[in-house]
């Protein structure tokens, strides 16, 4: 049963690009979030997609845009880069009910 | 806004010793609050806690949840060099959003 899974593991960019990470939610799960966890803190919610819309939003700005397709996989697409997007960008899964995240290994993203 | 405040935000111990990491919040419709492992990358799920004064267990850790006080504690017994991470609480709100804590930075020494 395969868990989380997110791509690419590590990427580098440069300000003003634009980057798009990926994400397949474990098997079952049909609501995708995405988290951005700078170092030394906890992680800071993005969005959630559910039924491929985003059904909430944290505090981040428009740049910061997803989708989810009918399999239920998910990207993140960041916009106009700035030097404060690098992070672990972690994608989290989860099922019906009151049922506990699963994350994936995260995406490293630096931006130079 | 709901908040997550855990403490202490580091500790080192050695091992063998216990340790308790405690997370306390303010939150509109508290739903559940969750702990979890993050040693490298992926956080790990430990323990889902929503009625007040049952203790989880796994092994050597155990959690219990104080809803009128609004905290919680996680404890380790006998602590070995693996148990070293990044311990996130985190607090799930009947609008079905995840709010995290700043997770408390573990170091356990041979």
């Known amino acids: 049963d395969a868990g989380v899974t997110q791509s690419p593991t590590h990427l580098i960019k440069t300000r003003g690009q634009q980057v798009t990470l990926r994400c397949s939610p474990k098997?079952?799960?049909?609501?995708v979030s995405w988290y951005q966890q700078a170092l030394g803190q906890g992680p800071q919610f993005i969005f959630q997609y559910y039924e491929e819309e985003e059904r909430q939003r944290g505090n981040f700005p428009d740049r910061f845009s997803g989708h989810q397709f009918p399999n239920y996989s998910s990207e993140l697409n960041v916009n106009a880069l700035l030097l404060g997007d690098s992070a672990l960008y972690l994608c989290?899964?989860?099922?019906?009910?009151?049922?506990?995240?699963?994350f994936g290994n995260g995406t490293r993203l630096t931006v130079t | 806004e709901d908040k997550v405040v855990q403490s202490p935000l580091s500790l080192v111990v050695h091992e063998g010793d216990t340790v308790t990491l405690n997370c306390s919040y303010e939150?509109?419709?508290?739903?559940?609050l969750l702990w979890y492992k993050q040693e490298k990358k992926a956080p790990t799920f430990l323990f889902m806690l929503?009625?007040?004064?049952i203790e989880k267990k796994s092994g050597r850790l155990s959690s219990i949840l104080d809803k009128k006080e609004l905290f919680s504690i996680l404890n380790i017994t006998a602590t070995q060099t693996g148990d070293s991470a990044i311990y996130l609480c985190?607090?799930?709100?009947?609008?079905?959003?995840?709010?995290f804590g700043p997770g408390t930075r573990l170091s356990v020494l041979p």
């Open positions: 929503t009625s007040s004064g």
């Open positions: 985190a607090i799930l709100n009947y609008g079905q959003n995840f709010v």
């Open positions: 939150v509109t419709n508290f739903r559940s």
């Open positions: 989290a899964s989860r099922g019906t009910g009151e049922s506990p995240l699963h």
């Open positions: 098997s079952g799960h049909d609501t």
